[in-house]
């Protein structure tokens, strides 16, 4: 077995919304990919084919080397699920929802009371444990959910957006959390709107935008690819905005956006910086503000769909007020 996790072509229709449009990855055993999209990409639709829990309409995908489709018991045996939407039970403890999944999965009394037991302390929800999940912060509620999956002590994990809605230090803290799991040799998919948490977690990222993946590779390959920086610049005269958007474009091969007089445009590297004041000089444009900064989340994930709608895809303009990544 060479992958943990492969899904070739997958398609899966609901009504007119193709919510996943072809969809392919790979994850070997024991790394993290991260796939990455805006709302409505198909991330928890890709998830849900991979965890047995709809079928797609075309494609295959094997988990730990069985059909999904045709073996599904077996792959259910394999994995464990954190779900985008909170899956423990309002009205039972920590510890009841635990040993429920436990018994669940066929442990004795015994056997589950001690797996809740090392997950809860694992998690930092031991002083919690017997509130009822209710009462918990959304971040608890996480980190239960988290633990939740991993009572069955799964080789491969699907983490569905794990810390959408937490606060900084307890997304830390479950990024630390998914790395011990990682090192513990897990296979593990995450979904995440955030750029920086794949960075974080992931070996791997695929990015996917309506059902397709537009970019795959390294957190560092997908920086370098997008130019990772922006240029801004705003020539003094008003009336040399248009030229100095023209000297631009031709020096570094891709048009500045251009807003209320200042142009904005991705470069590869800090040494475009001052070929630009240069072919500005020489072309007698004036330049009054100039600053190099890192590229936002917005603008690389903008960049790689910008990327996509260069080779004509009809959907490219679609919800792009949602990208908000
Ligand atoms: N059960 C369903 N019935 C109808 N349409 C669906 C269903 N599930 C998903 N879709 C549609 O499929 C597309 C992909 O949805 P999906 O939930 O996979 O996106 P997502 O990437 O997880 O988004 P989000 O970041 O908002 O969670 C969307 O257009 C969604 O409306
Ligand atoms: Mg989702």
């Given amino acids: 077995m060479t992958y943990a996790i492969r899904a070739e072509g997958l398609v899966k229709r609901f009504g007119e919304t193709r919510a996943l449009d072809g969809v392919s990855l790979a994850v070997p055993p024991g790394r993290v990919l991260g796939v990455l999209g805006p709302n ?9 084919v991979l965890a047995t829990l709809i079928r797609p309409d075309a494609g295959t995908a094997e988990v730990g080397g069985h059909d999904v489709v045709r073996e599904g018991h077996r792959v259910r045996r394999l994995i464990g699920l954190t779900g985008q939407y909170a899956g423990v039970d309002e009205m039972l403890t920590g510890t ?19 797996r809740a037991a090392e997950l809860l302390r694992r998690f930092e929800l031991w002083d919690a444990r017997d509130r009822a999940a209710k009462t918990f912060s959304g971040g608890m509620r996480r980190r239960l959910d988290l633990a939740a999956s991993l009572v069955g002590h799964p080789s491969i994990l699907y983490l569905d957006e794990p810390t959408t809605g937490l606060d900084p230090r307890s997304r830390n803290g479950l990024w630390d959390m998914v790395r011990g799991l990682a090192e513990d040799g897990v296979t593990v998919l995450l ?6 948490e794949a960075d974080q977690l992931a070996d791997e990222i695929v990015v996917i935008d309506h059902g397709r993946v537009i970019a795959e590779g390294t957190s560092d390959q997908l920086k370098a690819q997008t130019g990772g920086q922006v240029l801004e610049l705003r020539p003094v005269h008003e009336a040399e905005v248009d030229k100095a958007a023209l000297v631009v474009a031709e020096l570094l091969g891709s048009a500045p956006e251009v807003n209320q007089g200042l142009l904005t445009v991705p470069v ?45 895809s009809p959907a ?8 908000s990544v």
């Fill in 96 to 114: 009841e929802n635990l040993m429920l999944i436990g018994r669940l999965l066929g442990l004795s009394r015994a056997g589950a009371r001690a």
């Fill in 316 to 323: 490219a303009d679609e919800g792009r007020e949602e990208a």
């Fill in 191 to 196: 979904t995440t709107q955030y750029l920086e």
């Fill in 268 to 312: 590869g590297d800090s040494r475009a910086m001052p070929a630009v004041v240069r072919a500005l000089d020489d072309a007698g444009v004036a330049v009054g503000e100039l600053s190099l900064r890192k590229a936002s989340l917005d603008e690389v994930f903008f960049a790689l769909t910008g990327n996509r709608e260069r080779t004509g």
């Fill in 40 to 48: 409505g990409a198909g991330k928890t639709t890709t998830v849900r």
